[in-house]
């Protein structure tokens, strides 16, 4: 049993906040929570954030921030993962108030980005709900599964797999080795689940690149957000890295937009919730059953 709860918020480093608020509230359909000139708080639900872009020039994650329902869970992990040798350092009051949390704690990821953990996030007033500007249906899937996945880079996979698993108490949800799709790639990837069954809020796969986020997965209510999403993309002329297509591991029907900092977003529908006291470990040889075409993405560069 995981005792992680699920992937409660993301922090990105970004060069252009203002690009970044036209996407992510016009396009993908986030709603601004607070802006400043140095930060962007978005909101994808009834927490007063989710995503929090902070201003820099890596254009890159910074921090996934994994979220425990309690303070005595949060501790009692804390003390185990310290027993296994990985550092951990506790969170100032200063930061834990920018993140919207009670407390938290973090390490260092292997790739360079850093993991928080956390209890007691923030809740927007209830005078002022959730709104896309831009969805027509409910909005995103979010609550007990958190807000969605992500997808760093491995540059070291071997050693990756196992700080997240062994040391980090992610659960294998299942692997996808695909050499068909790509010409000459050996795509080899590892989806990792926490207790509350969202399929993947953590994957891993080496390339050869050196920003550590290569996406980050939001997941819509209604099938139809994906589409509308995708028409707005089309509509605005934003590099797609992969169309409309469907994952045989998660059931997720998606698309990929490139994002203001590089990095792709998966805007998706349909996600599977595991249960650990039936689930199998599989072993996929594609990466998708339809669709997801490159060519778009060709053409775009
Ligand atoms: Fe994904």
Same mark, same amino acid.
């Given at each position: 049993?995981?005792?992680? &709860?699920?992937?409660?918020?993301?922090?990105?480093?970004? &060069?252009?906040?203002?690009?970044? #608020?036209?996407?992510?509230?016009? $396009?993908?359909?986030?709603?601004?929570?607070?802006?400043?000139?140095?930060?962007?708080?978005?909101?994808? *639900?009834?927490?007063?954030?989710?995503?929090?872009?902070? =201003?820099?020039?890596?254009?890159?994650? &910074?921090?996934?921030?994994?979220?425990?329902?309690?303070?005595?869970?949060? #501790?009692?992990?804390?003390?185990?993962?310290?027993?296994?040798?990985? #550092?951990? !350092?506790?969170?100032?009051?200063?930061?834990? =108030?920018?993140?919207?949390?009670?407390?938290?704690?973090?390490?260092?990821?292997?790739?360079? +980005?850093?993991?928080?953990?956390?209890?007691?996030?923030?809740?927007?007033?209830?005078?002022?709900?959730?709104? @896309?500007?831009?969805?027509?249906?409910?909005?995103? !899937?979010?609550?007990?599964?958190?807000?969605?996945?992500?997808?760093?880079?491995?540059?070291?996979? #071997?050693? %990756? !797999?196992?700080?997240?698993?062994?040391?980090?108490? +992610?659960?294998?949800? *299942?692997? $996808?080795?695909? &050499?068909?799709?790509?010409?000459?790639?050996?795509?080899?990837? %590892? +989806? +990792?689940?926490?207790? %509350?069954?969202?399929?993947?809020?953590? /994957?891993?796969?080496?390339?050869?690149? @050196? =920003?550590?986020?290569?996406?980050?997965?939001?997941?819509?209510?209604?099938?139809?957000?994906?589409?509308?999403?995708?028409?707005?993309? $089309? =509509?605005?002329?934003?590099?797609?890295?992969?169309?409309?297509?469907?994952?045989?591991?998660?059931?997720?029907?998606?698309?990929?937009?490139?994002?203001?900092?590089?990095?792709?977003?998966?805007?998706?529908?349909?996600? $599977?919730?595991?249960?650990?006291? /039936?689930?199998?470990?599989?072993?996929?040889?594609?990466?998708?059953?339809?669709?997801?075409?490159?060519?778009?993405?060709?053409?775009?560069?």
């Amino acid at each position: 049993m995981s005792e992680l &709860s699920s992937l409660g918020y993301v922090v990105l480093n970004v &060069s252009d906040l203002d690009a970044w #608020e036209h996407f992510a509230t016009n $396009i993908i359909g986030l709603m601004v929570g607070r802006r400043d000139d140095r930060s962007l708080a978005l909101r994808m *639900d009834e927490y007063a954030q989710r995503i929090l872009l902070e =201003k820099g020039t890596a254009d890159d994650i &910074s921090a996934a921030g994994w979220q425990f329902d309690t303070a005595r869970e949060l #501790e009692q992990y804390v003390a185990r993962i310290r027993s296994l040798d990985v #550092e951990v !350092v506790e969170g100032d009051a200063q930061t834990a =108030k920018g993140r919207r949390v009670e407390k938290l704690f973090s390490c260092d990821d292997p790739n360079g +980005f850093r993991h928080e953990f956390f209890f007691g996030p923030s809740y927007a007033p209830i005078s002022s709900p959730f709104r @896309s500007p831009v969805m027509k249906g409910s909005g995103f !899937v979010t609550g007990r599964q958190g807000i969605g996945h992500i997808l760093p880079i491995a540059q070291n996979y #071997e050693e %990756t !797999v196992d700080f997240y698993t062994r040391k980090l108490g +992610f659960l294998v949800s *299942d692997y $996808i080795r695909d &050499s068909e799709t790509l010409p000459g790639v050996d795509f080899d990837a %590892t +989806f +990792f689940h926490t207790r %509350t069954g969202r399929h993947h809020s953590l /994957a891993t796969a080496y390339a050869p690149t @050196s =920003k550590h986020l290569n996406h980050m997965m939001l997941e819509v209510t209604d099938l139809n957000d994906v589409g509308l999403a995708y028409d707005r993309c $089309i =509509k605005e002329g934003l590099p797609i890295y992969m169309g409309i297509g469907h994952h045989p591991n998660d059931h997720v029907i998606s698309f990929y937009v490139q994002s203001p900092s590089g990095f792709a977003v998966e805007c998706g529908h349909g996600s $599977i919730v595991i249960d650990d006291a /039936a689930w199998e470990v599989k072993n996929y040889s594609q990466m998708s059953d339809w669709g997801h075409s490159r060519t778009l993405a060709r053409s775009a560069r």
